[in-house]
Each structure stands twice: as C-alpha cells, then as structure tokens.
C-alpha cells in the first residue's frame, strides 16, 4: 500500500494547498457573470451623475473598480492580470490625468482666458455640463484603474515578490 504524497511529507502538503490560492466555484463565477455588468453601469451612471448631483468621479471609479476585483475573486487574479495587464493599468492611468489637465489647461488658453477647469469660457451652450462629464468620466478612470493596481500589488506582494 503507498502512501500519499500529503501523508509522507505533511511539508510539502501544506505548501500545495498555500499555492492554491484560487478555488474555481460555479456559483460564484455564475454570480459574477450576472451581477457585473450592472455593478458597472452603476459605477458609470455615477460618474455622469456627479455632474448635476451627489456621486461622481471617485466613487463612480470604485465601483467600476469593484467589477475587477469581483472577477478576480470569481475567475482567479492571475488570468485577470494576463487579460489586462499591468502596463495596460499604468497607461489608462497617465491618459486618465493628461485628459484631466487637458480639458483643465484648454480653458486657460488665450483665446478663452479662463482659469483653469472654467468651462463657461469656452463658449458653447452645456459647455459646463459636458466638461464636468468628462473630468468626472477622466477621474473615474483614474480612479478604477489605481484601486485595479493595488488589487494586483496586494496579490503580488502576497509571496513576498512579484508574480510575473
């Protein structure tokens, strides 16, 4: 009669089931596949709502954050890594802010001579509203995809290094 690999070495046992980080549950990834995309509508009607009333940007941002952790914990971290990608992440984030100081640095312009993030200044009717849309939409996106990098940094970090 031979024994299992876990009752011969318990070590060994024990190291097998720290690596396994990720169980797959049908209930949790069918949950998810429904629950998301309402989760991430939301989080956008949030980050357009900021513009007439309480919501906006940051926390509309969250939730849409909330939709990747949501399919990292249901589908597994690292598929969800090879998916997006980190540099993906880094590059949304820098777009996310020049697109910010953009719409900001634009209403300062000679030919507008506002100040900074002035939209009346630019001089077209529901310039206000769709400039505040668009920061708001801009900070979201910054907004989700930090929280999505932090949620990768926090699971790379879990081993004590980086898990590429």
Known sequence: ?????????PEAAETADDLRSYVESPIIMATVRVV????FTYGLYLMFHGANSSGGGFQG????ATVMLMLGIAFGIDPLREWVGESTLVLVVVA?????????????????GGGFLDYSALGFPGASK??????????GV??????????FAIDAGKDGGDNE
């Not at 941002?61 to 849409?64: R, W």
Request: aromatic fraction near 12%.
């Open 96 to 112: 996310g802010v020049f697109a910010f100081l953009a719409i900001g640095v634009v209403t300062t312009l000679p030919p507008f």
């Open 36 to 39: 998301s995309p309402f989760v």
């Open 142 to 151: 910054v907004v989700a995809s930090t929280i999505t990098g932090l949620f």
């Open 1 to 9: 009669m031979s024994e299992s690999a876990s009752e011969a070495d």
């Open 61 to 64: 941002g969250v939730v849409v």
């Open 130 to 139: 769709y400039g505040i849309e668009a920061v708001e939409l801009f900070i």
